[in-house]
């Protein structure tokens, strides 16, 4: 089945400092690609929706120049969390449309991400 | 928010007794589908139920789709203690994709 593959599974940064989280789909083409954002016992925030070869499109509240979301391929997506903060730190996860229409959508294994 | 809300938050029952977990949504939808998340982990699929279907199932789950209630619902039956997870409902219009709250489930062996 679908698999979307997403690294790093975890990261601890400094404050200040950028962290690129990538998502790949390996076995499929993914053309578009959503980031969510979970705090602890939180559901999933959507962030952004990535599409390949275009801008993404970025959830009321969410800064684009601080969540960079590239697509520059169809099997990559990946979002840098630039200039981290302490209050970034979060649960990160993409997910991936699903190669047909009864098939439910592909979630990387996410990423754990702490600023310090 | 389009976020959708989940009821109980939190649930804890027996192994073998019977777990449900309920989820209203804002706006038409497309699909609805249910996700399982293990601690600290990505996502799992476990069940996908479309607009013009009212009940579906797959093995020990159970779900019902209520369009004009916009509220569906997850019958786990026979729950096991692997079964502890968060489970969240997810609305998918065709554009979007919305997670519900989510309700954290824990199967006392």
């Known amino acids: 089945g679908a698999v979307v593959s997403q690294h790093p599974s975890w990261v601890i940064c400094k404050s200040g400092t950028s962290v690129k989280i990538e998502c790949r789909s390996l076995?499929?083409?993914?053309?578009?690609m959503f980031w969510y954002r979970q705090f602890p016992k939180q559901s999933l925030m959507l962030m952004a929706t990535?599409?390949?070869?275009?801008?993404?499109?970025?959830e009321q509240g969410v800064e684009k120049d601080k969540f960079l979301i590239n697509h520059a391929s169809l099997t990559l997506s990946t979002l840098t969390v630039t200039s981290a903060h302490p209050e970034d730190s979060s649960f990160y996860i993409c997910?991936?449309?699903?190669?047909?229409?009864?098939?439910?959508?592909?979630f990387g294994s996410g990423t754990r991400l702490t600023v310090v | 928010s389009q976020q959708g809300e989940e009821d109980p938050q939190a649930l804890s029952i027996q192994e073998g007794e019977n777990a449900t977990m309920n989820c209203s949504y804002k706006t038409s939808i497309n699909n609805l589908q249910w996700y399982r998340q293990n601690s600290g982990r990505g996502l799992v699929h476990l069940i996908l139920i479309r607009s013009n279907e009212r009940e579906k199932h797959s093995g020990r789950l159970r779900v019902t789709l209520d369009t004009s209630k916009k509220s569906s619902s997850l019958l786990i039956t026979a729950s096991r203690a692997a079964d502890t997870a968060s489970y969240f409902c997810a609305s998918n219009t065709g554009n979007q994709f919305y997670f519900g709250t989510g309700t954290s489930l824990t199967v006392i062996p």
């Open positions: 990535s599409n390949e070869g275009s801008k993404a499109t970025y």
């Open positions: 997910s991936a449309p699903g190669v047909t229409a009864n098939y439910g959508y592909t």
């Open positions: 076995d499929f083409q993914a053309t578009t």
